[in-house]
């Protein structure tokens, strides 16, 4: 099998290695060789979560696979308000790959809303082991405590739904609860409500510089819970 890889460089200083065709997988590295190296073992532990959350397993008869990168894309930041390049600051441009213009099948949208299902239970039972006292914790070095990882998590999931203006009405961001558990809760209930009615819809939508898709809004929400979960317990290790 040929494992189609993405290559997205300049992702907050790290290089990310996609695997396009399952949604959750991928590799982090300090360059591009980093990512591109380690995503084989990514895809085995892919393979492996998956199983522990199933015995229907989409991916389990996959042995001997091979690695063929397919597109390259450079991230950078630009203004606001001129949507010109900037140096620092402004806002960063995300990776557009020609796989995210695909609409996303039924099948996909399913697959999809039980990976999601298992990320969140993964979220849930990280935050299982940590003290109350521990949640606003800052170390040093740190952007967040895990409670403002919490928030993040929340606004960025937020933020990829309003890009296909799907933040209407109960969803706008000053209607969302302000304790973080209860916005991850509200947000991703309205991701699990709006995947199944995104497929087969050819739907691209470009805002602030960047381009947004129904594959490319599941691609980007299942990376970046499943990439906290892991700064989660970091942080769970530094306070231990």
């Known amino acids: 099998m040929i494992l189609v890889v993405g290559l997205e460089n300049e992702n907050e200083g790290r290089a990310l290695a996609w695997a396009l065709d399952f949604p959750g997988c991928f590799a982090a590295?300090?360059?591009?060789?980093?990512?591109l190296m380690r995503l084989p073992q990514a895809f085995i532990k892919y393979q492996d979560w998956i199983a522990a959350h199933t015995r229907d397993s989409w991916?389990?008869?996959?042995?001997?696979f091979d690695v063929r990168l397919v597109e390259t894309c450079d991230n950078?930041?630009?203004?606001?308000?001129?949507?010109?390049g900037v140096s620092s600051g402004g806002i960063e441009i995300n990776a557009w790959f020609r796989h995210d213009w695909q609409p996303l099948s039924m099948q996909e949208a399913r697959r999809g809303l039980q990976l999601?299902?298992?990320?969140?239970?993964?979220?849930?039972?990280?935050?299982a082991e940590v003290p109350p006292d521990r949640m606003d914790v800052l170390h040093a070095g740190q952007r967040w405590s895990i409670r403002g990882v919490l928030g993040h998590i929340a606004g960025a999931e937020w933020w990829y739904l309003?890009?296909?203006?799907?933040?209407?009405g109960k969803l706008e961001r000053t209607a969302l609860p302000p304790n973080p558990l209860?916005?991850?809760?509200?947000?991703r209930a309205a991701?699990?409500?709006?995947?199944?009615?995104l497929a087969g819809s050819r739907l691209v939508v470009g805002g602030d510089g960047e381009l947004w898709s129904p594959r490319k809004l599941l691609r980007r929400a299942l990376w970046h819970e499943l990439d906290h979960i892991g700064h989660i317990y970091q942080l769970i290790l530094m306070g231990s």
């Open 29 to 35: 590295g300090d360059d591009a060789a980093g990512a």
């Open 59 to 64: 991916v389990a008869g996959i042995g001997d």
């Open 76 to 84: 950078y930041r630009v203004d606001r308000e001129t949507l010109r």
């Open 116 to 127: 999601l299902s298992w990320s969140r239970a993964d979220l849930l039972a990280a935050l």
């Open 162 to 168: 309003d890009q296909l203006g799907l933040t209407a």
């Open 182 to 187: 209860d916005r991850l809760a509200v947000v």
């Open 191 to 197: 991701l699990e409500a709006a995947l199944p009615a």
